[in-house]
């Protein structure tokens, strides 16, 4: 089945993405969030109340819950098409941490790695918008300039291993509707 992996900085709008892609298609693709299917597993360990406590978590925890999270959903590629919603870095305090190292990499397989960018500015101000709903980190523009090199290297690098393509996406302040095509021409 086919598997997508949509990432990009938190609050880029990756999300929005997706549901206005699925919107305007009849390809049954299910969307998963890794970040909830983490949130339930790191939840059962008594480990975190919410999402965003999730990436301050002990590196080693982080990838522990990671590792369940990739083989729960790839059970789930197996029987329909896939867009997994997450990250191919995740800025912890101790540094960037891989969202899709070898061992998420393997079981998933997926067929195409979707970056999702947009400038700096843009993502500041996505992110004060959400505040009241999301513990957001604040970075600088240089810090998520920094951050969005490393989200395509760490895809790029995924790519070489499994034989991926990668796409990059631009969502601009107005472009929605541009990304959301530039997606579903992703989706076979
Ligand atoms: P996750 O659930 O992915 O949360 P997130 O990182 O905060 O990402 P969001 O989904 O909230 O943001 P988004 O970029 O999709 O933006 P949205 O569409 O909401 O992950 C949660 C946690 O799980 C992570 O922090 C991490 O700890 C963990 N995790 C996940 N995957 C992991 C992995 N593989 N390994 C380890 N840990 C992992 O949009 C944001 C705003 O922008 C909205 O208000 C929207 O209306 C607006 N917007 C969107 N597009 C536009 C546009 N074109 N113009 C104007 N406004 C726009």
Known sequence: MTLVVLTGSPGVGKSTV???ALQNTTKE??????GDKMLEVAKERGWVEDRDQMRKLDPEKQKEVQKIAGEKISEMSETQPIIVDTHSTI???Q????GIPEWVLKPLDPDTIVVVEAQPKEIINRREKDAGERVRDKETTKELEQHQEMNRAAAMACAVLNGATVKIIENPDGGLEQAAESLLKVLK
């Open 18 to 20: 997706a549901n206005k």
């Open 29 to 34: 693709y299910k969307t998963v969030n890794y």
């Open 91 to 93: 800025k912890t305090p």
């Open 95 to 98: 540094g960037y941490l891989p």
